[in-house]
């Protein structure tokens, strides 16, 4: 299993993406094509919209991935897609792709776990990360920390009990008024530069519960209503604001962003000390998932982890956001193992899946 050739295919989400990657840990080419502008016009993700949209470019996303590694399905090992959590409309349409591919050219399928995605990327950068290891996932949907003692096994230490810090990102971005083209987590961290993080005390959350647990949706509230003591008016765009009302809006990001990031930090310094317990070689704290691309969060979780005596692993931001490359990744650490699923029968009718 030294050769392999993996397509991934990713859509669980507002990003159609596809990915060539290879067992040596070579990227051969990879595509995302983002419906962040689409779904910036209606402020948010509604599923059949998001479903349609990935319709729309998912030949095009896996033929142009294709083109770019100079490769057609003829030479590929197997196809990697993400099969869950997601939008079960959404993810069908990788999947349907998938199975038509693997279909065709008899090639073995690999369904995929998002979140197991978004950890072992993390083991394409780093070559000497073994396991066990943990992991701080963060995305718009998804809050975990976990302990993975070898492929497939997780223990699963927190998560959240209401939403994720990337909802709170991107709900908060929203209430400012702030361009969405992108999504709300980027836009957050660049106008928290000229905010003053300490002008507005917004609490921790779950400071009382000394688990490893999470929860955003009081820190959204708290955003929320400092926002209307303010009286921000979202309908105005950023770009439109005075200077005095600019000036509040990056205020309440830079606070939003220090408390929002306390929260992991915290957890995150419990969960090394539990994870210790089991694991005492432990060495390596993985941080991936679309929110791990701040370079805040970055910093911030890299003193935690140093403190900690262990080593941080962050993909770059590229890899950390939806992508196929940790699909097809992943699919090569499941391949190696021997789990996978044999080909689809070649005249699989469109709606079976
Ligand atoms: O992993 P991901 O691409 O998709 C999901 O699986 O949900 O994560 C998307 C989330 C969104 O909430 C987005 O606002 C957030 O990641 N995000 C960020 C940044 N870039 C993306 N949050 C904070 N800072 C960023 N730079
Ligand atoms: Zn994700």
Redesign the pocket.
Known sequence: HDNLVVLGIETS?DDTAAAVVKSNGEILSQVVSSQAELLAKYGGVAPKMAEEAHSLVIDQVVQETLDKANLTERDLSAVAVTIGPGLSLCLRVGVRKARKIAGCFNLPIIGIH?MEA?ALVARLMERDLQFPFMALLI???HNLLILARDLGQYIQLGTTIDDAI??A??KSAKWLGLDLRR????A??ELAREGDAQSIKFSIPMKQHKDCNFSYAGLKTQVRLAIESQKINAEIPISSASTQDRSSRADIAASFQRVAVLHLEERCERAIQWAKKMEPSLKYMVVS???A??QYVRTQLDQVVKRSNLQLVCPPPSLC??NGVMVAWTGIEHFRMGRFDPPPPADEPEDFV
Not at 183 to 186: A, D, K, L
């Open positions: 989400c998002h978004h995305s718009g949907g990337g909802e990102y991107d999504s709300g987590g980027p957050i961290e998932g679309g929110v691309s701040n956001t939806d």
